[in-house]
């Protein structure tokens, strides 16, 4: 078992920067891939961004990368996701995951095992 807690939501205008963390406890997170995903109000949950179980391999989606970074501090057991030049649309509940999936797998919701309650990050114009 794992639990995932994310943290470092608020609000913030555009063109701000966010910072958020999931901090993984129980099992250690270091066996998992790890996500993030995020679900705007009145939309499904979207695929954001994953990185491997050692940090090497990390992908985002393409319409974020230059803004959105994802990094994990495996000693902290801990993964982050820097987002930086927000924009309104971003607003939305982050959710990180953990998985043991891969390939394409990983892009989709059902890849994962375990969710974090989620933060919300809301981005004002």
């Known amino acids: 078992q794992v639990q995932l807690v994310e943290s470092g939501g608020g609000l913030v205008q555009t063109g701000g920067s966010l910072r958020l963390s999931c901090a993984a406890s129980?099992?250690?997170?270091?066996?998992?891939?790890m996500t993030w995903f995020r679900q705007a109000p009145g939309k499904e949950r979207e695929f954001v961004a994953t990185i491997s179980q050692g940090g090497s391999t990390s992908y985002s989606v393409e319409s974020l990368k230059g803004r959105f970074t994802i990094s994990r501090d495996n000693a902290k057991n801990t993964v982050y996701l820097q987002m930086n030049s927000l924009k309104p649309e971003d607003t939305a509940v982050y959710h990180c995951a953990a998985g043991t999936c891969y390939g394409d797998g990983c892009l989709i919701s059902e890849g994962y095992d375990y969710w974090g309650q989620g933060t919300q990050v809301t981005v004002s114009s």
């Open positions: 129980g099992r250690t997170s270091r066996s998992y891939v």
